[in-house]
Structure formats: C-alpha cells, structure tokens
Nanobody, 111 residues
Framework: QVQLVESGGGLVHPGGSLRLSCAAS?????MAWYRQAPGKQRELVAR???????MYADSVVGRFTISRDNAKNTVYLQMNSLKPEDTAVYYC????????WGQGTQVTVSS
C-alpha cells in the first residue's frame, strides 16, 4: 500500500477554483478522488486509469478535471465553477484496491 497525502483545499467563493493534489509514497496506477460532506457518505468524484482515461460524477462533469503526473506519483483535481454543494473533505485513493485513507483536504465554498 502507498501512503497518500492530500493538499490544496481551502475557502473559496462560489464560482471560484481550487487545485487539489494527492501525493503518493510510491508508484500509482488507477486513482480516484472522493469527497465526504458533513452527515453524508463518501462519494466518488472522479477517477483516472493508468492510461489516463477519466470518469466523473454527474455533479462535477464540465467543472472538475482529474489528471496525473506519474513522474511525481501525484494526482490532481482541478475544480472550477465551485458551488456551495461542493463543500466537503476531499480524499484520494488507489484503485481498484484501496490503500489506507489519508487525512483529506477541506474544501469550503461559501460567500
């Protein structure tokens, strides 16, 4: 299992942007970003295969972009046109077999 460290969260106004990073301690293959809002279950936001094929939840299509840098063992989530309902703790993890969850990074979208 790799160790995962998420970063890049913060407070942003509606319509703003953030770029999240997920640094892994070792080589990565397929990866995914998830989020968990208060009182809700963790949900899949986006995933990227080892060949960089991407998939997104309907709620973020056209606004979020997942990408990877294999040389840095890092996966990114570019989030544009943020909405208050995007507020959550964002996590990354490996696919198909999960690694230990990191601490996540808080994203708060509020005016």
């Amino acid at each position: 299992q790799v160790q995962l460290v998420e970063s890049g969260g913060g407070l942003v106004h509606p319509g703003g942007s953030l770029r999240l990073s997920c640094a892994a301690s070792g080589r990565i293959y397929a990866m995914a970003w998830y989020r968990q809002a208060p009182g809700k279950q963790r949900e899949l936001v986006a995933r990227i295969s080892a060949a960089s094929i991407t998939m997104y939840a309907d709620s973020v299509v056209g606004r979020f972009t997942i990408s990877r840098d294999n040389a840095k063992n890092t996966v990114y989530l570019q989030m544009n046109s943020l909405k208050p309902e995007d507020t959550a703790v964002y996590y990354c993890n490996t696919l198909p077999r999960e690694s230990n969850w990191g601490q996540g990074t808080q994203v708060t979208v509020s005016s």
